[in-house]
């Protein structure tokens, strides 16, 4: 069974970091893609980042946000600086159930398994 859990999130100013975890466990992380969502308040989840060979980022997070990943812990990361207000939201890890070769994906539908989420306030 295939299992995510992200730490890391918590309360924090405005222009300071957070770096958010995600343990994956039940299977390896090597060759597949890995994404990163975040819903905040009232409003529908949406793409944060992900990377399948190559890291991609949408443009609200581009340049202050960095994916990353350590294959021997099973673990990626995200390593976000000059936070704003409104990154404030809960924050997912996500994984396709199968290889996708290099494709980028950032339709949460293509993601099969979630992880609990990580609670990320920015204050002013």
């Known amino acids: 069974q295939v299992q995510l859990v992200e730490s890391g999130g918590g309360l924090v100013q405005a222009g300071g970091s957070l770096r958010l975890s995600c343990v994956v466990s039940g299977r390896t992380l090597t060759s597949f893609a890995m994404g990163w969502f975040r819903q905040a308040p009232g409003k529908e989840r949406e793409f944060v980042a992900t990377d399948n060979w190559r890291t991609y980022y949408a443009d609200s997070v581009k340049g202050r946000f960095t994916i990353s990943r350590d294959n021997a812990k099973n673990t990626v990361y995200l390593q976000m600086n000059s936070l704003k207000i409104e990154d404030t939201a809960v924050y997912y890890c996500?994984?396709?159930?199968?290889?996708?070769?290099?494709?980028?994906?950032?339709?949460?539908?293509?993601?099969?398994?979630w992880g609990q989420g990580t609670q990320v306030t920015v204050s002013s």
């Open positions: 996500a994984a396709p159930s199968r290889r996708i070769g290099f494709k980028i994906i950032t339709d949460e539908n293509e993601y099969d398994y």
